[in-house]
């Protein structure tokens, strides 16, 4: 097994867990951790194509993940700012309560 | 130019803005009104004499200006209006001014207590601007929108006192009448226009009455072989014969006199009732066109013989209907309708200055007895009834004299009055007449009968005893006093003020003015000195007394004085010998000859001929209109609206039961569709996250096996 298929079996795990995570808890603040759990599976990608990849001089995956978090912060503040007004809102954290967008 | 010619606008624009000025303002300034009016014609007889004098002394051929501006546009052409200054206007001018500011003088007494002081002379100040609109037009348009104007004036006046019914009554009568007139006027207008393409008089030789145009319409010949002049002619002439109350259509003016006396004395004796025969004078070349020359005297056409025939049995008619009237005002109407046929007559068969003669001297004498009339029914409390007059020489001397005066002049007493001159001039032009001899005849016993009414007026109203007295002053002059809106406290109600009284000076002046007039005017225009003929027609005449001898006019002088005074002298056998002692007394000709005094009495029953079948016809014609109005037009208005409404109830029908459905069945099955995908949005999140992963397993799946495939 080389070193890449080590780092995406490793990925693919963490997205597993990630989205099993955003699934199946109710608190939403467990939900959005499950969410960045599968960010992060996606950064480990792009670190791990750029390390064995063709060009590893050139720093572009290193720059990309480092553009990824940065947005991944800004989307936590985000999420948790919803978080929260909606429980100001609702008296709940509890997803499965939080249903107004019903068709 | 003369600088008269520019501004003759003024003359009749002046009265207008006096109108208009007095229209605006409030009731109680009498002052202001009489004052506005009475200026307005004051400067407007100031300059009317400017333009006199400038027409004056031109030697050979007639001064004509004229002044002319386009006014409104349509179609290509610009329809012109403007003024002229030629004689006619000038002594028309001077005439309309000076009559018209000692009516309105007189008219300050005579309208004293009225309540509506200030309408009145609006309307005063508003007819003369018409009137003299009338007289300076250059174009037969600017003549036309005067003569309404003053048709509309009249009308207003004549109803002044509407809240009578019998005022109001004579008002309609009178403006329905002579529209009928004016309808003649207004076809022949728009035939003239057609025509020749102006309207206006004199254009620099472009004008409808000049050679070209006339010479133009002369070849054209319409039904009958009448020249298109001849057909023009007549029909304009037909709105003479509605103005100047000739028959067939003088059954208004004597009606008229419901009206104030003043307005009897302004506009249906001396100047609107002329516009008439002004109006023939004016388009006198165009009803002479075509003629042969004569041997002698003036044009014979068939426009100007219809003229002729028209005033001749006016004056004979009219004549015999006064004989037997009992109303002082109602005398003199009948008395004018007869001098407006003398008029015509001697435009007929003498020209222009032979009529218009008549007409100045005329104004001035029929004035003056009006207003003597409207002195002395102010003097007897608003009695108009000749019977219970009598006597009044005593009360009213100047307005006896001045009365007299007017008398005389009508009658044409021989040398020193101006009826007399005048009228000896129509007749002797009527004797000379190619085209035939009895309108002169007529014409001599109109004047015999004149002579006789008059004496017979005079006769009543001022000689003999007073007859009117307690019993009859109660009822009837109560009535009008009221009728009239006068507000007097005094006098004839408690009693002690029965006796007729003399009226003010502001009454009297103007009065004597007049007769002073109605005596020296007639010396312009004497067989010895003719100055007004040459005045017209542009003629130089001299002093030539031996003129008054020759043949033929010293006879026609010498006939016309014997019937002047056979006429006075019956008229003195039946009423003045005997004087009538009551009221209710016969008159001595109706002992004499009952059923002809009734005829005449009752005005040969014209009106009632008129009411059975003018009248009669009208009023079945509207009948059947309203008829026409009701069942038929009505009935297929009723049709389309029940049709259309009948279609609204299919349509509604259609919409409900079928478009409706359709639609109906649509939107419930989008309903459905709707309401059954909205059930996929359960609003939980975490379950579109499940469905998204599902799929993306799916994707993978359908990637790794389905590309082996």
Same mark, same amino acid.
């Given at each position: 097994m080389t070193p890449l298929q080590v780092c995406l079996l490793f990925s693919a795990l963490l997205f597993a867990t990630g989205f099993a995570g955003a699934v199946t808890r109710r608190h939403a603040i467990l939900v959005l951790i499950g969410i960045e759990l599968m960010l992060n599976a996606a950064n480990v990608n792009l670190i791990a194509f750029w390390r064995f990849g063709p060009h590893p001089e050139a720093l572009t995956g290193f720059i990309f993940v480092l553009f990824s978090m940065a947005l991944a912060a800004a989307e936590a503040a985000v999420g948790l700012a919803l978080v929260i007004a909606i429980f100001r809102h609702k008296k709940t954290s509890n997803l499965d309560e939080v249903k107004d967008l019903k068709g | 130019m003369n600088w008269i010619v520019q501004y003759l606008w003024l003359i009749p624009v002046l009265p207008m803005l006096a109108a208009g000025i007095i229209a605006v303002n409030k009731q109680p300034q009498r002052k202001l009104a009489a004052t506005l009016a009475i200026g307005s014609m004051a400067v407007g007889f100031l300059l009317s004499l400017c333009a006199f004098a400038a027409t004056l002394g031109h030697g050979e051929g007639t001064f004509r200006e004229v002044f002319s501006f386009p006014w409104i546009q349509f179609g290509g052409q610009w329809m012109d209006i403007g003024w002229v200054l030629d004689p006619l206007t000038a002594i028309m001018l001077v005439m309309v001014t000076f009559v018209g500011m000692l009516i309105f003088i007189f008219s300050v007494g005579y309208m004293a207590h009225d309540q509506n002081f200030m309408r009145f002379f609006c309307f005063l100040a508003l007819f003369a601007a018409g009137m003299l609109g009338v007289v300076i037009a250059n174009s037969l348009f600017l003549f036309f929108v005067s003569w309404e104007i003053v048709g509309l004036t009249s009308y207003l006046l004549i109803g002044f006192w509407f809240h009578k019914p019998s005022a109001a009554a004579a008002a309609k009568k009178a403006f329905i009448t002579t529209r009928i007139g004016d309808l003649g006027l207004l076809l022949g207008m728009v035939w003239l226009y057609a025509q020749t393409g102006t309207l206006n008089f004199y254009d620099h030789g472009n004008g409808c009455l000049e050679q070209s145009a006339l010479t133009a319409m002369l070849a054209h010949a319409t039904v009958g072989g009448f020249a298109v002049t001849t057909a023009i002619g007549l029909l304009?002439?037909?709105?003479?014969?509605?103005?100047? &109350?000739?028959?067939?259509? $003088?059954?208004?003016?004597?009606?008229?006199?419901?009206?104030?006396?003043?307005?009897?004395?302004?506009?249906?004796?001396?100047? /609107?009732? *002329?516009?008439?025969?002004? @109006?023939?004078?004016?388009?006198?070349?165009?009803?002479?066109?075509?003629?042969?020359?004569? !041997?002698?005297?003036?044009?014979?056409?068939?426009?100007?013989?219809?003229?002729?025939?028209?005033?001749?049995?006016?004056?004979?008619?009219?004549?015999?209907?006064?004989?037997?009237?009992?109303?002082?005002?109602?005398?003199?109407?009948?008395?004018?309708?007869?001098?407006?046929?003398? /008029? /015509?007559?001697?435009?007929?068969? &003498?020209?222009? *200055?032979?009529? /218009?003669?008549?007409?100045?001297?005329?104004?001035?004498?029929? *004035?003056? @007895?009006?207003?003597?009339?409207?002195?002395?029914? $102010?003097?007897?409390? !608003?009695?108009?009834?000749?019977?219970?007059?009598?006597?009044?020489?005593?009360?009213?001397?100047?307005?006896?004299?001045?009365?007299?005066?007017g008398m005389l002049a009508l009658s044409g007493f021989p040398l020193f009055f101006s009826g007399f001159w005048s009228k000896d001039e129509i007749l002797h032009h009527a004797s000379n007449w190619s085209a035939?001899?009895?309108?002169?005849?007529?014409?001599?016993?109109?004047?015999?009968?004149?002579?006789?009414?008059?004496?017979?007026?005079?006769?009543?109203?001022?000689?003999?005893?007073?007859?009117?007295?307690?019993?009859?002053?109660?009822?009837?002059?109560?009535?009008?006093?009221? *009728?009239?809106? $006068?507000?007097?406290?005094?006098?004839? !109600?408690?009693?002690?003020?029965?006796?007729?009284?003399?009226?003010?000076?502001?009454?009297?002046?103007? @009065?004597?003015?007049?007769?002073?007039?109605?005596?020296?005017?007639?010396?312009?225009?004497?067989?010895?000195?003719?100055?007004?003929?040459?005045?017209?027609?542009? !003629?130089?005449?001299?002093?030539?007394?031996?003129?008054?001898?020759?043949?033929?006019?010293?006879?026609?002088?010498?006939?016309?004085?014997?019937?002047?005074?056979?006429?006075?002298?019956?008229?003195?056998? @039946?009423?003045?010998?005997?004087?009538?002692?009551?009221v209710e007394e016969k008159d001595v000709l109706e002992a004499a000859q009952p059923a002809l005094f009734t005829l005449l009495q009752n005005k040969y029953y014209i009106d009632e001929l008129y009411e059975h079948t003018v009248i009669r016809f009208n009023a079945l014609a509207a009948w059947f209109c309203d008829f026409l109005d009701q069942w038929i037009f009505g009935g297929a208005v009723l049709l389309v609206s029940y049709v259309t409404l009948g279609l609204a109830w299919l349509y509604r029908l259609m919409d409900e039961k079928l478009v409706n459905f359709g639609f109906d069945a649509g939107c419930d099955s989008l309903r459905g569709l709707g309401g059954g995908s909205s059930r996929l949005h359960t609003g939980r999140v975490q379950t579109y996250l499940r469905v998204i992963g599902v799929a993306l397993v799916l994707l993978i799946l359908f990637l790794v096996w389905g590309r082996k495939a």
């Open positions: - | 304009i002439f037909l709105g003479a014969v509605g103005k100047s &109350g000739q028959v067939p259509l $003088h059954v208004w003016l004597p009606d008229a006199m419901e009206g104030p006396t003043p307005v009897s004395a302004l506009i249906h004796a001396a100047t /609107m009732v *002329a516009a008439g025969v002004f @109006l023939v004078a004016r388009v006198y070349p165009l009803m002479s066109a075509g003629a042969l020359p004569a !041997e002698h005297g003036a044009p014979v056409t068939t426009a100007l013989t219809v003229v002729t025939w028209v005033g001749a049995i006016t004056a004979i008619f009219a004549a015999s209907i006064a004989v037997a009237q009992n109303d002082i005002k109602r005398i003199l109407a009948y008395s004018t309708v007869s001098q407006l046929g003398y /008029m /015509m007559m001697g435009l007929g068969v &003498g020209g222009v *200055a032979v009529g /218009m003669f008549h007409l100045i001297t005329h104004a001035f004498f029929k *004035a003056l @007895l009006f207003l003597g009339s409207g002195s002395v029914i $102010h003097g007897c409390h !608003e009695e108009q009834d000749v019977r219970k007059m009598g006597g009044l020489k005593k009360y009213m001397p100047v307005t006896f004299a001045v009365y007299a005066v035939s001899h009895v309108p002169f005849y007529l014409g001599c016993a109109g004047a015999l009968l004149t002579a006789f009414y008059m004496t017979r007026q005079v006769a009543l109203v001022f000689f003999g005893k007073y007859r009117g007295g307690a019993q009859e002053n109660t009822a009837d002059s109560h009535a009008d006093a009221h *009728a009239h809106g $006068h507000h007097q406290p005094s006098a004839h !109600e408690t009693g002690h003020d029965q006796t007729p009284h003399e009226s003010p000076a502001v009454m009297t002046v103007p @009065l004597i003015i007049l007769a002073v007039f109605a005596v020296l005017l007639g010396f312009v225009g004497t067989p010895a000195w003719p100055w007004f003929d040459g005045y017209m027609t542009g !003629e130089t005449v001299s002093f030539d007394f031996s003129k008054l001898t020759e043949s033929g006019t010293l006879e026609l002088m010498v006939a016309s004085a014997v019937i002047v005074f056979t006429g006075l002298g019956l008229g003195v056998f @039946l009423y003045g010998k005997r004087q009538r002692k009551t």
